[in-house]
Nanobody, 125 residues
């Protein structure tokens, strides 16, 4: 069973920065490296893709809404994925979720098998 735990959320003023972390643990995690992604859900809105990273970390993709401001990365030695968020805007306010899948790499939430519990990010104007 894969467990994902997000951390790093909080309250920040517009223009500020936060770094989210997603720590992954699994009995057999060392046997394979999962593709991972970040999604977010704002109040009364649909879940939205933010960024994804391949198992090796070589390939990344970011949503247009965050491109140039957010950066996804990972440290496989620590089984941890990160989302560096700069130049935050009030519209970035949402619960941020990390997701993982053995096979799938991309922006479709329904393809990811494992999900964290989410961490709240609030950006004040």
């Amino acid at each position: 069973q894969v467990q994902l735990v997000e951390s790093g959320g909080g309250l920040v003023q517009a223009g500020g920065s936060l770094r989210l972390s997603c720590a992954a643990s699994a009995r057999t995690f060392s046997s394979y490296v999962m593709n991972m992604g970040w999604f977010r859900r704002a109040p009364e809105k649909e879940r939205e893709f933010v960024a994804a990273i391949s198992g090796s970390g070589i390939n990344t993709v970011h949503a247009d809404s965050v491109k140039g401001r957010f950066t996804i990365s990972r440290d496989n030695a620590k089984n941890t994925m990160y989302l560096q968020m700069n130049s935050l805007k009030p519209e970035d306010t949402a619960v941020y979720y990390c997701a993982a899948d053995i096979r799938y790499y991309g922006s479709s939430a329904k393809e990811y098998h494992y999900w964290g519990q989410g961490t709240q990010v609030t950006v004040s104007s």
